[in-house]
């Protein structure tokens, strides 16, 4: 099985920016397509990006349509999260998996979760 470690979250002001990282170990990183999804206290975990094994496709779900940007690289087993004018309601705790199937097939790994935490 794959290790995930996500890393990257903090507290920050609305409009801010931060970049999250999630680190793969113990598996063969290129063959998965991954996702970011986020749980706000209350809530479900929700999806919020998805890339493909190479990279080639991206998908976004609508909230953070145009500010956030996935991306990987494969020879340092990481994807991340460039998440950019924050909002509030972005606050959440931030997971990376891997997915089954692009974009949104069931995830097989989970990692721990970093939490971002955006104020007003």
């Known amino acids: 099985q794959v290790q995930l470690v996500e890393s990257g979250g903090g507290s920050v002001q609305a409009g801010d920016s931060l970049r999250l990282s999630c680190v793969a170990s113990?598996?063969?990183?290129?063959?998965?397509?991954m996702g970011w999804y986020r749980q706000a206290p209350g809530s479900i975990r929700e999806s919020v990006a998805a890339?493909?094994?190479?990279?080639?496709?991206?998908f976004y779900e609508d909230p953070v349509k145009g500010r956030f940007t996935i991306s990987r690289d494969n020879a340092q087993n990481t994807v991340y999260l460039q998440m950019n004018n924050l909002k509030p309601e972005d606050t959440a705790v931030y997971y990376c998996?891997?997915?089954?199937?692009?974009?949104?097939?069931?995830?097989?790994?989970w990692g721990q979760g970093t939490q971002v935490t955006v104020s007003s």
């Open positions: 890339i493909t094994w190479d990279g080639g496709r991206k």
């Open positions: 113990g598996g063969t990183f290129e063959s998965y397509a």
């Open positions: 998996a891997t997915l089954k199937w692009f974009p949104q097939g069931e995830p097989d790994s």
